[in-house]
């Protein structure tokens, strides 16, 4: 049968699955939503992390007490550049040498007490002047007076003496230690070296040389960490205590 022209074949047919996709399909709402949520995360603006400094981490870090290995390996990267393979071997110290360290955070005088059991019959000991029997190195005038005052208990009413450079001068301490034997000292680096250099200080009769190793400054910075201490440090304890602490084994070095 022939369809007419007048015949409205295509108000009842069916659209074929092609002129369905054609059609302009109703959004979804849920995109939508993304969408917005989306725009409005990026017009927000953006919240920055808040990166713990490194002093609050260090102040947060529990210092483990010092071994004769971390004396060691701070030595060869202070010497590094300086000090051939050969040098550097040679500075290194026998386990024999080193006092206990201070394990469970003990105070200065505590501390040596527990590691110097004998120092009342070391103080009684016949001394030469310019000597000193027990010598604390520390990184500054003001922790040096702190130590001093903290380790009464321990030194009692030994000789003692002050050997830094702050309000201090250096002919007025060359003085001192002609006048006698002392057998307790705190400095710094810098100044015991230059007393010891300049004939000053004799280190012969030294028992026990101690390290403030663990203290830290406002800037949670060790001794051994602070560039402007490095190099006086290392000069110190290599020119005139490393060969001392290998050929005497009464001389003991302790890392506080």
């Known amino acids: 049968m022939v369809d007419t022209l007048d015949d409205e074949w295509w108000i009842d047919s069916k659209p074929s699955s092609e002129e369905v996709e054609e059609e302009e399909q109703p959004p979804d709402l849920k995109e939508l939503k993304r969408g917005s949520q989306s725009l409005e995360e990026e017009s ?26 971390d004396l060691h390996t701070w030595l060869e990267k202070s010497g590094k550049g300086t000090l051939s393979t050969v040098e550097q071997d040679d500075m290194h110290l026998k386990g024999s040498s080193l006092l206990e360290g201070n394990k469970t955070k003990l ?80 400095g710094t680096p810098n ?7 300049q004939g000053a200080l004799d280190t012969t009769e030294t028992r026990f040389l101690i390290l403030d190793w663990n203290w830290r400054d406002v800037k949670f910075r060790r001794m051994v960490d602070m560039p402007e201490l490095e190099k006086d440090l290392f ?19 302790g890392l506080f």
Request: overall charge positive; proline content about 2%; charged content about 35%.
């Open 107 to 186: 105070k200065i005088s505590e501390y040596l007490s527990s590691v110097i059991l004998n120092w009342k019959s070391v103080v009684k000991e016949a001394g030469s002047k310019k000597s000193c029997k027990l010598i604390i190195v520390t990184s500054s005038g003001k922790r040096a007076v702190e130590l001093n005052r903290d380790s009464v208990s321990f030194r009692g009413k030994c000789s003692t003496a002050k050997l830094f450079a702050k309000h201090l001068k250096l002919k007025d301490q060359t003085k001192l230690l002609a006048s006698k034997n002392v057998d307790f000292a705190v």
């Open 191 to 197: 100044r015991i070296g230059a007393l010891i250099s």
């Open 44 to 69: 927000k603006p953006k919240k920055k992390r808040k990166r713990p400094k490194i002093t609050e981490k260090l102040a947060k870090r529990e210092d483990k007490p010092a071994t004769l290995e």
């Open 235 to 253: 000069s110190l304890l290599k020119e005139h205590f490393i060969g001392a602490l290998k050929s005497d084994e009464k001389m003991k070095i």
